[in-house]
């Protein structure tokens, strides 16, 4: 027994916190659960190497059923991301509304002894480059881009899913996906 954050009462709560593994069946749009397991109080172990322990005891049987590994935004963290990409697989999420990503520098080498640059902008989310962006869908409910940029919290290159939904009132909500495969389809980092 221990205090844990409860998402859906939105505050700490007292009591037993599980961690829970499924498979997802993308043709059926559900899963299926395939294990719970307790997490430790917070003095015994922190949460990521809990949970990224959980994953390494499973990572035989867990690779046998696919090589991505689906987490909500509280694992996009780069010591849980090292972890599953030494597992030999990928890590898809959703990143923190507020994630420091940057645009990668597609410049062509110019032939001087000068060290090109990475990077070529910090990428504001309220205001994408749509020129760098590839526009992968868009209809009355919401805008879909990708685009493959640097990671700051992660420390790599990622593929970015950056998701407009449209609302009647009010602001729009923005949401990012990422998949740590940056060869992966836009549309299946969405559809997991």
């Known amino acids: 027994m221990g205090w844990y954050w409860s998402n859906c009462a939105n505050q700490p709560n007292w009591g037993l916190e599980i961690g829970g593994i499924a498979a997802i069946d993308i043709d059926n749009h559900t899963a299926f659960h395939l294990e719970a397991f307790q997490t430790l109080n917070a003095g015994e172990q922190n949460l990521t190497d809990c949970y990224t322990g959980e994953i390494v005891d499973r990572k035989d049987t867990l ?23 030494a597992l030999e697989m990928h890590l898809i999420s959703r990143l923190r509304d507020d994630a420091d990503l940057r645009y990668l520098c597609t410049d062509k080498p110019t032939g001087k002894k000068v060290r090109l640059r990475q990077f070529t902008g910090k990428i504001t989310i309220m205001d994408i480059d749509k020129e760098y962006f590839t526009l992968i869908s ?15 919290v992660l420390k790599r290159i990622i593929m970015l899913v950056y998701v407009t939904y449209e609302k009647t009132e009010g602001k729009d909500a923005r949401k990012l996906y990422l998949s740590t495969d940056v060869s992966m389809n836009p549309a299946e980092i969405l559809l997991y």
């Open 63 to 85: 690779r046998t059923i696919s090589k991505c590994l689906v987490a909500d935004a509280w694992f996009a963290n780069k010591p849980f991301n090292n972890k599953v990409i």
């Open 138 to 152: 868009q209809d009355e409910e919401s805008t879909v881009y990708a685009a493959e940029v640097y990671s700051k």
